[in-house]
């Protein structure tokens, strides 16, 4: 942490630094300005994601949408957020038969950044998060990630969306998760290689009769019925 703190504090030097010479010279920052704020990005978030603290991830995942939104798309931040959104779930750190680091709101936020980041690699650690992550909200906001990357491959992540929102559907139906799910499909119908498979299906059933709220259900209805005229 000490390490951290230290990095930190000349990290943000430097950034105060850069501020100081745009504003004294009245210019816009430089090409050689810009790669050194986007070097000391880096640098923050890879030392940030690793830590232990709650506090200090979500900063790290502060600084990656940011980072993002600028376009960037590095290698150090896919493997933050791979990090960060399969923490405490599939890697887990035990302290006193307890899981130290399972911080689903830092798995939610990351979920948000790999739809804002998009493309294969995000495609890969979603799938992985759908399949590991416990918490109904922290997998709304993976489904939703998953139709903001819009990949679809031969039906199968409406297929796996299907596996996990079943699994909640039997055991504590959530209102979130199924909205989410409702939405990626109607989003996904709309690709060409849409196809309405059994037990998405099923599903839809399942939550029009469900114990969801009424708009949830209303909306599973319309929506089976919009699906299955694709194929009448």
Same mark, same amino acid.
């Given at each position: ?30 090409? &050689? ?12 978030? /890879?030392?940030?994601? /690793?830590? &232990?603290?709650? &506090? ?47 911080? +689903? ?47 679809? +491959? ?18 504590? +139906? ?46 599973? /209805? ?11």
């Amino acid at each position: 942490m000490q390490k951290l703190i230290c990095f930190v504090m000349l990290a943000l030097m430097a950034v105060a630094l850069l501020t100081g010479q745009d504003s004294r010279g009245g210019r816009g920052i430089t090409l &050689e300005e810009s790669y050194l704020q986007e070097s000391i990005d880096i640098m923050l978030i /890879r030392e940030q994601s /690793r830590s &232990e603290s709650r &506090e200090v991830k979500e900063s790290a995942l502060g600084t990656i949408e940011a980072a993002l939104q600028r376009g960037t798309r590095s290698e150090e931040i896919r493997i933050a957020l791979e990090t960060m959104g399969l923490e405490g779930i599939v890697n887990r750190t035990m302290k006193d038969g307890v899981i130290a680091n399972n911080f +689903p709101d830092i798995r939610s936020k990351t979920a948000r950044c790999l739809g804002i980041m998009g493309g294969t690699q995000a495609y890969t650690i979603l799938i992985r998060m759908l399949g590991a992550e416990t918490q109904a909200f922290v997998l709304a906001d993976v489904v939703n990630a998953l139709m903001v990357v819009g990949l679809n +491959p031969n039906n199968e992540t409406v297929k796996l969306i299907t596996g996990r929102v079943k699994h909640f559907d039997v055991t504590l +139906p959530d209102d979130l998760l199924a909205f989410a799910a409702l939405r990626a499909y109607e989003s996904f119908a709309s690709q060409n290689d849409w196809r309405l498979d059994t037990d998405t299906e099923a599903l839809l059933v399942s939550i029009s009769n469900g114990r969801y709220h009424t708009t949830a259900r209303a909306y599973a /209805r319309d929506l089976l019925a919009k699906l299955r005229s694709y194929h009448g």
